[in-house]
């Protein structure tokens, strides 16, 4: 990967810092460019230097919450019922808690992090899924564990207390799923 112009990487950084505060502020339909550039501290021109439009960034970002997402699910999820392989992940999330809660937030047709979510979720869980005979669909105990796994992060990243809500997680799990 090449590297990054020390200004392209500010921008962005400031870009991103001017998005959470906007969307902070007020719903990302009524978020304007000129609320992310003021709150940003970056000009009008700079923003459409790097990106068309608000949904544009949107995109960005969510696109590179999701594949960071995709990676800490690869290195942390090994075993269904690790109680510190899932604090690792929230551990990890937190240190992007402040765009994660923005963007868990937003929901559009092309970007939506909390259905990227659910699908990485479903996806990553399927091969550590236990080959059970199951009373219901394999793909409804699939989309259970990727709902009650997004509130909790979202739950987690909103509060705290990544600990409990992971064993609290791993305990619910070993009483659906283990008999």
Not at 9 to 18: F, P, Q, V, W
Not at 57 to 65: N, Y
Not at 71 to 89: K, P
């Amino acid at each position: 990967m090449a590297a990054q112009d020390l200004r392209t990487i500010k921008t962005n950084r400031d870009l991103e810092a001017g998005f959470i505060q906007a969307c902070r502020m007020k719903p990302f339909a009524k978020v304007t460019v000129n609320d992310i550039c003021k709150a940003g501290l970056v000009g009008r021109s700079t923003f459409y230097h790097h990106y068309q439009d608000k949904y544009a960034l949107l995109e960005h970002l969510v696109t590179m919450q999701a594949t960071k997402f995709e990676q800490l699910l690869g290195q942390r999820m090994t075993v269904l019922t690790n109680d510190a392989g899932l604090i690792a992940l929230y551990q990890a999330l937190v240190a992007d808690e402040a765009l994660l809660n923005v963007l868990l937030m937003i929901h559009t047709e092309h970007a939506d992090l909390s259905q990227r979510y659910l699908i990485s979720l479903q996806h990553y869980l399927n091969p550590l899924l236990p080959d059970l005979e199951l009373e219901v669909p394999r793909d409804f105990v699939l989309r259970l564990y990727a709902s009650s796994a997004l509130t909790a992060i979202t739950w987690a990243l909103a509060h705290g207390d990544a600990t409990n809500i992971a064993t609290f997680m791993n305990r619910l799990v070993k009483n659906m799923l283990i008999r």
